[in-house]
Nanobody, 127 residues
Framework: QVQLVESGGGLAQPGGSLRLSCTVT????????IAWFREAPEKDREVLSSISRRDDSAYVEEFVKGRFTISRDIAANTVYLQMNNLTPEGTGVYYCATAFPLADWLCPRVIAAYSNWGRGTQVNVSS
C-alpha cells in the first residue's frame, strides 16, 4: 500500500523560508514521479514542482522558479520542497503525490495523472 506523509508546514513571514518533506512508503522513490501541489484558499489545486526517475529531472513551474527547489533522498524515501522568499500568496495546503513518469526525465503536469496523495501540510505566510 502506497502512503505519502507531508510535513514541515507552519507559519512563515513574507520573505521567509520553509522546507516541506514528503515521506513515501510502498514504492521505490526513483521509479515514479513525485510532485508537489498547492491548494490556496478558494483556488484550484496547482502543480508546483516534480521529479522523475533521473536525478537531474527536477522541474519547477515558472511562477515559483528561482524560489522553490525540489530534491530527494532515496535512502530516506523522502522528497523535499525548499521554499524561499515566501509571499502571502504561498498560503495554502501543500500536497505531494505520485504518478507514472512520461519519461525518465519528465513528469505529468495534469493533476488527474496523480493517483496517490498525502493528506497535506498547511502553510501560512503572514506578518
Amino acid at each position: 500500500q502506497v502512503q505519502l506523509v507531508e510535513s514541515g508546514g507552519g507559519l512563515a513571514q513574507p520573505g521567509g523560508s520553509l522546507r516541506l518533506s514528503c515521506t513515501v512508503t510502498g514504492l521505490t522513490l526513483n521509479e515514479y514521479c513525485i510532485a508537489w501541489f498547492r491548494e490556496a484558499p478558494e483556488k484550484d489545486r496547482e502543480v508546483l514542482s516534480s521529479i522523475s526517475r533521473r536525478d537531474d529531472s527536477a522541474y519547477v513551474e515558472e511562477f515559483v522558479k528561482g524560489r522553490f527547489t525540489i530534491s530527494r533522498d532515496i535512502a530516506a524515501n523522502t522528497v523535499y520542497l525548499q521554499m524561499n522568499n515566501l509571499t502571502p500568496e504561498g498560503t495554502g495546503v501543500y500536497y505531494c503525490a505520485t504518478a507514472f513518469p512520461l519519461a525518465d526525465w519528465l513528469c505529468p503536469r495534469v493533476i488527474a495523472a496523480y493517483s496517490n496523495w498525502g493528506r497535506g501540510t498547511q502553510v501560512n505566510v503572514s506578518s
